[in-house]
């Protein structure tokens, strides 16, 4: 899908006025019919190639060898086609670039999760910023490769994003925390709260999603998988992480050292733009 022209000039709008007042106002907003069934089968080309033969990120949350299992991949862009593809030529940043107001929008991460039926491992409730070195005015793409119904999807804690609070990262594959709450760079991190544990006690945001439809989120906005949902069948789900041009690196704690030791090895340190080859423009689309 791309903007449609208006009269042989400007590009109509890829969002409304309404879908970007609630992007800032509730930290995430439903987007309806975004991306064509073509993007969606490219994805899932993409996450079978990387299945057969994963990148070194690749990764297995679920402990039990036996049980069904949650898997995901990052930064892989590079070395899958398909995800390449996907990231430098589908819709993803010129939505991001309106939702946002940026005049340029580049890649922060790639990210793919596979769910097979039954498995019982499920993301914790959590924010993205606390994960990363990475500092700015951000958001993620959240896009389900199969239809969702919001009670198997995932829900967002409406407004968490303006809470000015960090939450230390916790770990996917068992649900605790990475280190003990502490303050680094003198910024406090704290545990998530426990929204599983009284789901009620939030102001939380479901939908029900169609194939192509999908989901924008500010970095600081709390979501997760509600603990009594099981999948039936395997999904997967396509993320994108995105920054306006005041994305920098921001060294957080030991806990982001794994992710931290692929950027600088490409040359890159504590705060550098978010930008250039590990980092690549994404929105004006750069000469091939």
């Not at 064509?36 to 949350?61: Q, Y």
């Not at 806990?255 to 978010?274: H, N, P, T, V």
Request: overall charge negative; proline content about 8%.
């Amino acid at each position: 899908m791309a903007a449609r022209k208006t009269g042989g000039t400007a590009p109509s709008p890829l969002v409304t006025a309404e879908e970007k007042a609630a992007f800032h106002r509730d930290g995430a907003a439903l987007l309806k019919g975004k991306f064509s069934r073509a993007w969606i089968d490219k994805l899932r080309a993409g996450i079978d190639r990387d299945l057969a033969n994963p990148t070194a990120n690749f990764a297995r949350h679920t402990r039990d060898p036996d049980a069904p299992a949650y898997f995901e991949d990052f930064w892989a862009w590079s070395e899958i086609p398909e995800l390449e593809d996907f990231v430098r030529h589908s819709p993803s940043a010129p939505i991001a670039a309106e939702l946002l107001g940026a005049p340029t929008i580049n890649l922060v991460m790639d990210n793919w999760f596979l769910r097979e039926a039954g498995s019982m491992s499920r993301p914790p409730f959590h924010h993205d910023m606390a994960y990363f070195d990475f500092e700015g005015t951000m958001c993620v793409l959240w896009l389900p490769l199969e239809p969702v119904t919001k009670e198997n999807g995932i829900a967002f804690v409406r407004g968490s994003h303006r809470w000015d609070k960090l939450f230390m990262r916790v770990r996917f594959a068992d649900g605790h925390l990475s280190f003990e709450p502490q303050v680094v760079a003198g910024r406090a991190y704290h545990p998530p709260p426990d929204v599983n544990a009284d789901p009620d006690a939030y102001d939380l945001l479901q939908w029900d999603l169609d194939l192509g439809d999908c989901i924008y989120f500010d970095m600081r906005t709390l979501h997760g998988g509600l603990a009594s949902v099981t999948p039936g069948g395997t999904s997967r789900r396509f993320t994108l992480r995105m920054t306006a041009p005041d994305g920098v690196i921001r060294y957080r704690g030991d806990w982001a050292k794994q992710e931290r030791a692929l950027f600088e090895a490409a040359g890159y340190r504590e705060g550098d733009r978010i930008a250039g080859p590990f980092f690549p423009q994404l929105w004006p689309r750069e000469p091939a």
